[in-house]
């Protein structure tokens, strides 16, 4: 099979197994394969081509920006990883001990339940669209501490908009100065032009869940960790070995019924069955899968189901070992 039959076979996968939207082949800086689909129709209308130019929502893999933006503070000088993370609403509380390193391992001790169906339970929809709707970080930050901090993993969309809101407050102005810290250092830098974060009602991104952008975009944010945050012109971005920082293996979710699972970083994931890699996840099957070694990125983009993932994830993993030596 050559690397547009891997590519067309993910595309015409069965409906019930998802929809793919867009996907993103880069071998060594350039695009080797690349294919768009279309949008379903909704009750709000109905659904349109996507093309190189439709910018697609992240879902989670906006973490794994949040981990960047992370970074550049880090690089500033601003940020110490093993400080106490500044959250006001923790001061002369248990949780005031909880420091960045915590949050972005998501070992911070808070409750959190992440799911993303149960609206009875889940504190995902609750900060998102009920009751935390307007500020996501304090309702995040209100839970309950029922683990000492750095001791138990549990991934928590909560989690990485307390990181945000803290990073909001060291770059001041509010969501525009916000906004024009992400465009001005990590969007516009690694060539992100359709990058467009989203924000709560007090101003806070939205770093769990909501980054829009192209396929193309999406693809040069891969780039940019599988270069250890060099852009593709050549200016370091990051600290050096942030990439490393990132796959620093924490945690390992089996992640059934996806053979093996996968391994948790620092806001990335990683696929043992490709050794250095480092990858971001989001819902409904939004993957960036960084290969070093094979000097790949590889995006998804598109609509499945939690149920059937592992079927598209196989096929990335067949598109994968195919692409080293595939045309």
């Not at 500020?135 to 309950?144: E, G, N």
């Amino acid at each position: 099979m050559t690397l547009r039959d891997h590519v067309d076979a993910i595309f015409g996968r069965p409906a019930e197994h998802g929809i793919s939207l867009a996907m993103v082949v880069v071998r060594d800086g350039e695009i080797v394969a690349e294919r768009y689909g279309h949008q379903p129709d909704t009750a709000f209308g109905p659904g349109e081509p996507v093309d190189e130019t439709t910018t697609l929502i992240s879902w989670s893999t906006a973490k794994s920006m949040t981990h960047a933006a992370v970074g550049l503070l880090v690089m500033d000088g601003l940020v110490d990883l093993d400080a106490p993370a500044p959250v006001p609403e923790w001061e002369g509380t248990r949780k005031a001990g909880i420091t960045w390193l915590d949050l972005l391992e998501m070992r911070p001790g808070l409750r959190f339940f992440e799911d993303y169906v149960d609206e009875h339970q889940s504190d995902c929809i609750a900060m998102l669209f009920g009751d935390g709707h307007a500020d996501h970080a304090a309702y995040a930050a209100a839970l309950p501490l029922d683990h000492e901090p750095g001791t138990v993993w549990n991934y928590s969309s909560g989690t990485t908009n307390i990181v945000t809101r803290a990073l909001g407050g060291i770059v001041g102005g509010g969501r525009d100065g916000m906004e024009a810290f992400l465009r001005n250092r990590l969007f516009e830098p690694c060539g992100m032009s359709s990058a467009t974060p989203k924000f709560d009602d007090v101003g806070t991104w939205v770093g769990s869940s909501y980054v829009y952008a192209t396929a193309r975009d999406f693809a040069r944010f891969g780039e940019l960790y599988r270069n250890d945050g060099v852009t593709a012109g050549g200016d370091r971005i990051l600290p050096e070995g942030w990439a490393d920082h990132g796959r620093t293996v924490v945690a390992h979710d089996p992640a059934e019924p996806v053979p093996g699972g996968f391994d948790y970083g620092r806001h990335w994931w990683m696929w043992p069955a490709f050794p250095g890699s480092i990858a971001a996840h989001g819902f409904e099957g939004q993957y960036i899968v960084v290969v070093p070694d094979r000097a790949l990125t590889v995006v998804h983009l598109g609509k499945t189901d939690a149920d059937v993932r592992h079927h598209l994830i196989a096929a990335i993993v067949d598109l994968i070992h195919a692409a080293a030596s595939t045309p």
